[in-house]
C-alpha cells in the first residue's frame, strides 16, 4: 500500500523540527547534515506534489533557529537569510532556468564560487574603519551580540586599513581548521574531557560561551565572504567587492574563484568535490554566487534565500561498517524510534550511532543485526544508514523485532492507523515524561533557563517528577545534589523556573505539547482565542474553519482538551503560580481593495515567489491560504499547478494565471 503523504509529511516535519531544536536550542546535535538535508528534500517534494497536505508550521520556511537570552539581542537588517541548496547539476540548471524566467532573458552568466564553510555565521559591524559589535546569526533577523568573543579571534581586525565606507557590516564564517581542531580535541580529552564530535560543534559553541577567556584559548578562526548594511561605497562585481574586503585587512578565502558559464562551473564543482581535503577546513559544498551585483539586485530574494546564490552540496561521505544492534528511544509522544548502534567508523569523526527513522524503513532496507551496512554523514554527528551489504552476510545475522512493549515502562505498543509510527500509549512513560518536560521548558515554550537532559533525568528517576508541572513544586532541596547542581546553581535553576511562571499566551500554547501544534500554530491560536480558557471550549467545527488550523491539528487540540489529564494539568500548573494570560484583542484586519478575498497560490509563478505573491494579497486586504475550500474565492495558478487548480474547478472556484491575477488586481486598485 503507499505511504499516505500527509502522514509522512507529519512525521517528516516532527523529525525537522526536533532536529532543529536539538541543534540550535539543546546544542545536542541529532542529525547528520545528510540526514537533515535528505528530510528537507523530501518534505519539500511531498509538499509540491501534496500542497493540499502542507502544514500550517512547516520547517521548509524556517530560517536558523531563536538566539539565547543569555546574550544580548544582535539585530540583522537586512536579515542574514539562508542559501538554497542543489544536490546535482540538475539542481543548478534548474535554478538557472527560474532566474531566467524572472529576468525573462538569458545573460552570460559569470559566478563566483566559494568553499561553503562548515562554521557558524557572523555579522561584524565597522563605524569609520573601527569594530564596534558583532553577532551570531540566529533566526537570521535577530542572533546573539557576541562582540567580547569575537574580540578575541585575531583574524577579525579590529581596527580596517586603507580607506573603508563610513558604515560597514561584513559577514561571514567562524571556523576551525581540521589540523588545530585534532591538536586541540587531544588535549582536551588528555585532561579526562569527552572529545568534541568535530570542528563546527566547537566552533560555535566557543563563540557562545559567556567568558570570554574561554573563547581566547580555543583555535577560532574566521573568513569573511558577504556583507549587509553598506553606507559610502558600492561595487559592480562580488569579486570587486571580495578584493576590497582584502584590502581593507580581512582573511578572505584564496579558494574563490570568477567562473563564466554553467561547464566551467560543474568542472570546478568536479575538482572541488575530489580535492576537498586539500582546503584545511571542513567544507560540505560551494556556494555559486551571481557575480553581476546589479543583476543580484535585480534578481531579489524569496522569504528565505538570496535568489542570486545557491548551495551545492557535496556527495556525502558513505563508509561501510558493522550493525552491532539496535535500540528504541522513546519521544514526547509516545513515538518509538529506531537507532542503530553501530562499530565505530570513521566518517571524519568517529561516529556510533545512525538514523533508522522508523520500522518501515528497517523493512525497505532489510536490515539485520549483525549486517555489513553502509552510513553516510556530511559533517555532523549521527549518520544515517544507506545501504546493506547482503552479500556479506554468515547467517549469524538476526532480524530487528518489532517491540511489542514500550522499552521503557513495558506498555503494549499502538500502531495508529495511517501513521508510520509505533507509539507507547502510557502518558506516565518515563521516557515520555522526560521529552515533555524538555519541550515545556524549552526557548519556545516556558523558557526555563539551565535545564537539561541530565538534570530532567534525575528528577524523574530521583525525585519522582511526573511531569512539567511538578517544576513549579520543587524545593531547594530536591533541585540540590543532582546532575551536578550545587547551591547555587540550584538557586539560579529555581529562580528561573520562578521567572518561567509568566509567560506570552503562544509559549503556552506551545508547552502544553498539544500533538501537531508548533510554534507558529500556537500563535495563530492565541491570536484567535486570546486566553486558555476560550481555547478550552473551543468546538471542532470552530478549530476547522481557523485558516492556519484544519482538521488534523482541530482534532488533536480539541482531543487534547477532552482528555481529563490535560484539565488536571492546567489546574496543577495554574496551582503551581502559572499565570495563564489573557491576550488584548487584535487588531482588526486592515481593509484594501481585496478585502473579503481569500487566495490560494498554487504552481510555479514567474514574476515572484508565491511567499511573495501571498504578501501582496495580504497587504490589499486580502487572505492568502495554503489549501483550497469552499470559502476559497480565488485560486492563482502558475506552471505545473497541481491537484490545488484541480480541487478549484470540481469547486466551481475562480482560476486566474498569473497575468490574469496581476491585470485584475490592477484593476480593483484603481477602483474596477
Not at 63 to 81: E, I, K, N, Q, R
Not at 524 to 551: C, H, T, W
Request: glycine share 8%; hydrophobic share 45%.
Amino acid at each position: 500500500m503507499a505511504p499516505d503523504p500527509a502522514a509522512r509529511m507529519r512525521d517528516l516535519a516532527d523529525l525537522i523540527h526536533k532536529a532543529n531544536h536539538a541543534y540550535y536550542v539543546m546544542d545536542r546535535p541529532e542529525a547528520d547534515d545528510a540526514t537533515y538535508d535528505g528530510w528537507m528534500w523530501e518534505l519539500r517534494d511531498l509538499e509540491a506534489r501534496f500542497p493540499e497536505f502542507v502544514l500550517p508550521d512547516t520547517p521548509t520556511t524556517r530560517v536558523g533557529a531563536a538566539p539565547s537570552s543569555a546574550f544580548p539581542p544582535f539585530a540583522h537588517d537586512p536579515p542574514m537569510l539562508s542559501l538554497d541548496n542543489a544536490f546535482s547539476r540538475d539542481d543548478v540548471v534548474a535554478w538557472i532556468e527560474r532566474l531566467e524566467r524572472l529576468l525573462g532573458e538569458k545573460p552570460a552568466w559569470t559566478f563566483t564560487a566559494e568553499p561553503k564553510i562548515d562554521g557558524g555565521a557572523i555579522e561584524l559591524v565597522y563605524e569609520n574603519g573601527v569594530f564596534v559589535r558583532g553577532g551570531t546569526r540566529g533566526d537570521g533577523a535577530v542572533g546573539e551580540d557576541v562582540t567580547p568573543n569575537l574580540k578575541t579571534i585575531r583574524s577579525i581586525p579590529l581596527r580596517l586599513r586603507g580607506t573603508p565606507p563610513p558604515h560597514l557590516e561584513v559577514r561571514g564564517e567562524v571556523y576551525i581548521p581540521r589540523a588545530a581542531f585534532a591538536d586541540f580535541n587531544r588535549t582536551w580529552t588528555e585532561a579526562g574531557n569527552e572529545p568534541f564530535s568535530n570542528p563546527r560543534n566547537l566552533a560555535t559553541g566557543t563563540l557562545r560561551q559567556l567568558d570570554p577567556r574561554i573563547t581566547a584559548s580555543r583555535p577560532l578562526d574566521a573568513w569573511l565572504y558577504g556583507h549587509g548594511r553598506i553606507e559610502g561605497a558600492e561595487f559592480a562585481t562580488h569579486g570587486e567587492f571580495l578584493e576590497a574586503l582584502r584590502s581593507w585587512g580581512f582573511k578572505v578565502m584564496p579558494w574563490a574563484k570568477r567562473v563564466s558559464g554553467l561547464e566551467e562551473a560543474f568542472a570546478l564543482y568536479d575538482h572541488r568535490a575530489t580535492h576537498k581535503e586539500d582546503i584545511p577546513f571542513d567544507c560540505d559544498g560551494f556556494v555559486l554566487k551571481v557575480d553581476d551585483r546589479a543583476l543580484a539586485r535585480r534578481l531579489g530574494f524569496t522569504s528565505r534565500a538570496p535568489r542570486a546564490a545557491i548551495a551545492w552540496k557535496f556527495p556525502a561521505n558513505k563508509k561501510a561498517t558493522r550493525l552491532m544492534d539496535v535500540v528504541i528511544q522513546v519521544g514526547r509522544t509516545g513515538v518509538l524510534t529506531p537507532v542503530a548502534i553501530l562499530e565505530p567508523v570513521d566518517l571524519g569523526v568517529t561516529v556510533s550511532k545512525a538514523t533508522l527513522h522508523n520500522f518501515e524503513e528497517i523493512a525497505r532496507l532489510g536490515l539485520k543485526v549483525g549486517d555489513r551496512v553502509f552510513v553516510q554523514r556530511a559533517g555532523d554527528v549521527i549518520p544515517e544508514v544507506v545501504e546493506v551489504d547482503a552479500s556479506a552476510r554468515t547467517g549469524a545475522e538476526r532480524d530487528v523485532a518489532i517491540p511489542q512493549n514500550c522499552p521503557e515502562c513495558a506498555t503494549p505498543v499502538a500502531k495508529v492507523e495511517g501513521e508510520v509510527a509505533i507509539r507507547c500509549p502510557n502518558a506516565a512513560c518515563p521516557a515520555q515524561v522526560r521529552e515533555r518536560i524538555l519541550h515545556f521548558a524549552s526557548r519556545g515554550g516556558m523558557d526555563v533557563q539551565g535545564i537539561g537532559d541530565k538534570f530532567v533525568e534525575a528528577l524523574v528517576r530521583e525525585r519522582g517528577v511526573k511531569g512539567p508541572a511538578d517544576l513549579y513544586f520543587l524545593a531547594r532541596e530536591q533541585a540540590m545534589g543532582i546532575a551536578g547542581k550545587k547551591e547555587k546553581s540550584a538557586d539560579n535553576f529555581l529562580a528561573a523556573v520562578k521567572a518561567s511562571r509568566r509567560r506570552p499566551l503562544a509559549k503556552l500554547i506551545f508547552a502544553l505539547g498539544i500533538r501537531h501544534v508548533g510554534e507558529h500554530v500556537a500563535e495563530v491560536l492565541a491570536a484567535r482565542f486570546r486566553s486558555v480558557d476560550a481555547l478550552k471550549l473551543a468546538k471542532l467545527s470552530e478549530l476547522e474553519n481557523i485558516l492556519e488550523v484544519g482538521p488534523v491539528v482541530a482534532a488533536a487540540v480539541r482531543a487534547w482538551f477532552d482528555d481529563p489529564s490535560s484539565l488536571a494539568f492546567l489546574e496543577k500548573l495554574a496551582n503551581g503560580g502559572v499565570v495563564f494570560p489573557v491576550e488584548a484583542e487584535s487588531k482588526p484586519e486592515g481593509s484594501g481593495p481585496l478585502s473579503g478575498e481569500i487566495i490560494v497560490f498554487t504552481g510555479e509563478l514567474a514574476s515572484m515567489t508565491r511567499e511573495e505573491a501571498s504578501a501582496l494579497a495580504k497587504s490589499l486586504g486580502a487572505k492568502a491560504a495554503d489549501s483550497v475550500s469552499k470559502k476559497t474565492t480565488l485560486v492563482v495558478a502558475g506552471a505545473k499547478a497541481g491537484s490545488k487548480m484541480k480541487k478549484a474547478n470540481d469547486l466551481g472556484i475562480k482560476v486566474l494565471a498569473e497575468a490574469e491575477f496581476q491585470a485584475w488586481v490592477e484593476a480593483k486598485k484603481a477602483g474596477g
